[in-house]
């Protein structure tokens, strides 16, 4: 029913929400309507005026007709978070006057729930290559749940509103929203205190510090008006007074403290206030769900996932703010840096959302010039080296999210000239510019540290030399232009970049139980490792499609990749900070390598006496079992939740398909002798014949061998002997013992 047939005055009714609702052509175009009766003067000059109706509840979804069911799925709106607070209007009478909320909203008939299309170097691309191996009943997609509902602040889009004058300013009230959401000062400083001792290892362009910093400042500032009961009216100034500052052009200052005053104390920005709450909701999500903080918070901030997202949607109302006179700043692409990681924490990294964030990340900063840095090497100073950290984290993350996806990426080397930060710790910014050009004095020649340090710098400056490479892998394997002398010669140059940076950046083994090795240096450690191999595979895999390599290398490629993976499970008491990324690391690296060696077990299942790869199935057998506890230990909350769910289904039946095929080998073989089972199983055991072989590494391999296995033999146990040492052992001994001697 239009408004326009119920009410004969001259004046539109005004919605639930106390705003007068636009003519259809208006909310369809989502553009502003003057609400004028009875055709608006935009669909008069447009000649539209038959088109022009209000309607009383328009994202309302109607009883299907033979005439509505086409034009029902346009009209239905899916983007609106949640329902604005009502107000009764007795001017409009609707059986169904709210907007649909994400719990209660109907899914729209025919709409693809998916996160879109996935290309060839996608995280399941071994799985759907091999579905005559696997079966084809693979779902790969991204079919997250809706979001909680909750007071949306970006439902209200400002730019649609009539005014300018500050006086009511829709602008104004939307800042006045964001302040209101701001934690109190003590929850402040306990998540901004979680922020600067734990989250070491985030990957930031400007020193944690600085976030703390302009915390400080706006509670020195307005310490009086934060506190409550806030003050609608101490709001509004304040709102105001960041609006006003946000509309001249920032100023950027070349060195530290000048910087850091142009968005501080009464300079304050919205942009600045973003990252206050970039950093509050990081914090947020690196906390347990279980943690003890979240008992002490009101009414549904209670619930982890409900706090920060929002937060995250004060993160993007202050993007919205600080946008609104088209200026652009580092600050500002920094800023939207964040919300891009923290969206993919919260919506999964295969979410549309995140893929159109990451596009508008790109034209943001290519706008702002950060893709052409300086030929010449002018002095080292603070605002040069942010925006060489933040260049490279950024071309990082498109070529990430690329290779995750398939898609292409929206960067490329070839159209870029930028300059690897230097391996400088963050630290020294804040100790002015004299301590920087000292710094950068004491590095190496090609700019690395000479104190032994995997700081943040290091970790930010290794990536940037493999996502070059990662760049021309994309390259080479979404064009279809697959060259054998291309590919040798990536993966040359991609071990060569490896093997030359410095030694404190190469993992080995035993970092893991040495004191020396604190829990954050491990983390960049396996993380950089994790980054090379995930490379390697890629070009492994190639390789071995086009007949260059046997498979053999790919295989111990995807197996240390699937021990490393299961290891930040295993070691999970010591990153806990880190476990909203788990799911993140499942998908880039724990899929892609268990994807490979199921696959080439059950080739081999399959043709026993084709292929020459040597499995060591035990081993992979036990870190699959490993990493399918790591997938159901993923939340609910996690972001890309549903996918680990459906990989933990599928590695799960293939590891049911090796374990049976195993046991039906041992009993189809009984009679033949143990020449028989070992055919029966149809694996290579690492080259070694039979179970209790020795594997590669010299030590004994049992395979598979059940309890039932030993009936009947006695006191002659092959390679075991009697089994009559068992009673000799200490149990209570501790696991690191060595049972060789007694045997």
Request: charged fraction near 20%; include cysteine.
């Amino acid at each position: 029913m239009s408004i326009r047939r119920e009410n004969g005055h001259g004046v539109v009714p005004r919605r639930r929400n106390g705003k007068q609702p636009a003519c259809e052509p208006c909310r369809k175009a989502k553009i502003s309507c003057d609400h004028s009766l009875p055709v608006c003067d935009r669909c008069k000059r447009r000649k539209t005026s038959a088109k022009c109706v209000y309607l009383s509840a328009p994202m309302t979804r109607r009883p299907p007709t033979a005439e509505s069911n086409t034009s029902r799925e346009h009209e239905q709106t899916a983007g609106i978070l949640s329902t604005p607070t009502p107000t009764p209007t007795p001017s409009i009478v609707s059986t169904h006057d709210h907007l649909l909320s994400p719990d209660s909203r109907p899914t729209e008939p025919g709409r693809i729930q998916s996160g879109g299309f996935f290309g060839p170097t996608n995280f399941s691309a071994v799985f759907e290559e091999n579905r005559d191996n696997i079966g084809n009943d693979i779902q790969i997609s991204n079919d997250s749940g809706a979001l909680p509902s909750y007071d949306s602040l970006q439902t209200h889009n400002f730019l649609m509103l009539p005014g300018n004058a500050f006086g009511g300013s829709p602008r104004i009230q939307l800042g006045i929203k964001i302040l209101q959401k701001l934690p109190d000062k003590r929850t402040c400083d306990h998540l901004l205190k979680w922020f600067l001792g734990r989250m070491g290892e985030c990957s930031s362009y400007t020193p944690r510090l600085i976030s703390a910093q302009i915390a400080h400042s706006l509670w020195s500032q307005w310490g009086k008006e934060f506190k409550e009961p806030r003050r609608l009216d101490d709001m509004e100034r304040i709102s105001t007074h960041l609006c006003r500052n946000s509309e001249h052009h920032l100023q950027e200052a070349e060195d530290y403290q000048p910087w850091l005053d142009s968005i501080t104390g009464p300079n304050m920005r919205w942009e600045s206030m973003g990252l206050i709450f970039a950093a509050l909701c990081q914090s947020i999500l690196s906390l347990s769900e279980r943690d003890a903080f979240f008992t002490t918070q009101p009414g549904q901030r209670k619930d982890r996932k409900h706090f920060a997202l929002e937060l995250k949607d004060c993160i993007q109302a202050c993007v919205t703010l600080s946008n609104y006179m088209d200026y652009i700043n580092t600050v500002m692409v920094g800023l939207l840096t964040q919300n891009l990681i923290i969206a993919t924490v919260i919506m999964g990294d295969a979410s549309l959302i995140v893929w159109r964030q990451i596009g508008d990340l790109v034209s943001m900063s290519t706008a702002l010039g950060l893709h052409r840095q300086p030929d010449n090497d002018g002095p080292v100073t603070f605002l040069s080296e942010c925006k060489r950290r933040l260049f490279t984290i950024i071309f990082n993350v498109d070529k990430s999210s690329a290779h995750l996806t398939g898609r292409p990426p929206a960067l490329s080397y070839r159209y870029t000239r930028f300059r690897f930060p230097l391996d400088i710790d963050e630290e020294v910014f804040a100790q002015g510019p004299e301590a920087l050009r000292n710094a950068a004095e004491k590095l190496d020649a090609n700019g690395w540290n000479q104190e032994g340090r995997m700081t943040n710098a290091t970790y930010i400056r290794a990536h940037g030399y493999l996502t070059i490479i990662t760049d021309e892998i994309l390259e080479l394997s979404l064009t279809g232009n697959i060259s054998d002398t291309r590919i040798t010669d990536l993966l040359a140059r991609l071990q060569e970049t490896y093997d030359s940076f410095p030694y404190y950046t190469h993992y080995r083994p035993n970092d893991v139980y040495s004191p020396l090795i604190s829990d954050s240096v491990l983390w960049r450690l396996i993380g950089l490792r994790l980054t090379y191999l995930e490379q390697r595979l890629t070009l492994e895999r190639l390789a071995h499609k086009s007949l260059l390599l046997s498979g053999q290398s790919m295989v111990s490629c995807a197996l240390e990749m699937l021990q490393l993976t299961v290891l930040f499970w295993v070691q999970r008491d010591r990153f806990v900070e880190h476990h909203h990324d788990y799911d993140w690391m499942l998908m880039c690296w724990g899929v892609p390598s268990s994807g490979v060696l199921c696959v080439e077990i059950l080739k081999q299942m399959k043709s026993p006496h084709e292929s020459t790869i040597k499995l060591p199935t035990s081993e992979i057998v036990q870190n699959l079992s490993l990493l399918v506890g790591f997938f159901e230990w993923i939340k609910p909350s996690a972001g890309n939740y549903l996918l680990c769910r459906r990989m933990s289904k599928l590695v799960k039946r293939i590891l049911d398909q090796i374990l049976n095929h195993r046991v039906g080998g041992r009993v189809n073989s009984q009679g033949q002798g143990q020449e028989g089972e070992r055919n029966g199983i149809g694996l290579v055991e690492d080259g070694n014949d039979g179970l209790g072989g020795e594997n590669g590494n010299g030590n004994v391999d049992v395979g598979m061998m059940r309890v039932d296995d030993l009936d009947g033999m006695g006191d002659d146990v092959g390679v075991f002997g009697n089994l009559d040492w068992l009673n000799e052992l200490d149990w209570s001994r501790g696991p690191w013992m060595n049972l060789d001697g007694l045997t």
